[in-house]
């Protein structure tokens, strides 16, 4: 393996060395990425099959196709303690997780810097940065968790929603590993990822899991979700938004305030010394258990454009109490449907999830708004929140269980 390893890392080096940007830099960004990611998989496969000799136009899931194929590896018994290896690339975070039956052994999280002077996050920069990190995340995710890849049960990866070139990686990476090492595949929905956070055990130490069925609020920078779980895998989806999503209020809002990306955690911290009562925003009106943002988002904007209008230095002299009364106002309009559920389902075990769900204000809302309902609210420990790999391989731990392995021909998918 450390043999692979050092081959695959000399071929970054030849990806990434002078001779190889020139090579694609006349190449769209897309094309540029998707061309790396196919000669980064070929170069795996070549690593692994020894008898063949792919090139790179050629798919290698054609080849592994083929009837007379040999890769017919999905034959290991499953147990309670099965050891999984989770990859997550979904977005602009790259991390591998090991896991012995439910309990974290290592949970590596590279994030990305590269977007801060963006603004968000650029989808090229995050596809060819989790190229770079890949490698030695899922090596030291095995070196802490002192597995060998031959030991893996199985490798989980998420197969979406996400950036597509940024899935690809994953994807691309974990068809290697698993040709390479003849470990099965397990394709893990990234939302089932954020909600099953929730199940994640660490050694000697136990963290509270909710009971069955629950509702979970998924909170992230991509969705707003609320789900009734039934079981581990059966997710019933009760409400959505119907345009922006939780973390993108917050992360557009800070934009215009001039703050910077990833600015939910900004405004967290601001808020904490503002005064949630001193300005208020729209509230949508929407149906159901749906959720909206984008009225919240252009309502804040006009207001600062009014304001800034009559004294320029305002949002600076404002900054923590716009950020209190924004937080306050995401955090009633999702606590408002989540009561709403509550009345129409009856049910009483309350999670939270997704990156939103680290906010300090509705972690402290949600503790008491529960108390007043009679709910056991259930809130993620915060290196859980946002996208890692531990919450990836505890859903492959339960899709395992079921006998839920993926084929070698399975592609990323950017909706799910
Ligand atoms: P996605 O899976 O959609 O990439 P994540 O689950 O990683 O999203 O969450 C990222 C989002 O969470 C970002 O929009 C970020 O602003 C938001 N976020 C992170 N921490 C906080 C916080 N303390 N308060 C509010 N939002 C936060
Ligand atoms: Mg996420």
Redesign the pocket.
Known sequence: MCCLIYQILLHHRMLYGKKGHERHQNQHPQHRTQYDCKLFYNFVAKLVCKTATYKVSVSLEEKCLKPNNSFNFFKLPVTNNSIILGIES????TSAAVIRGTELLSNIIANQSVHEAYGGVVPELASRAHQQNIIPVVHRALTVAQVKPQELSAIAFTRGP?LMGSLLVGVSFAKGLSLATGVPLVEVN?LQG?VLSHFIDEPGKQLPHPKFPFLCLLA????TQILLVKAPLQHQLIGQTIDD????A??KC?KVMGLSY????V??KLAARGNPDRFSFAKPQILELDYSFSGLKTSFLYFLRDEAALNPSFIEENKADLCASL?RTIVDILIHKVDKAIKQTGVKEIAVA???S???G?RNELKCWGKKRSCNVYLPELRY???NAAMIATAGHYLLQEGKTAPLDIAPLARM
């Open positions: 979904s977005c602009d975070d996400g990234h954020h992230s920078g991509g969705h999503a939780a973390g993108e917050f992360d800070a990833p600015g939910g955690p405004i967290d937080q997704g990156g939103v680290a906010n300090s509705l929140t946002t996208d």
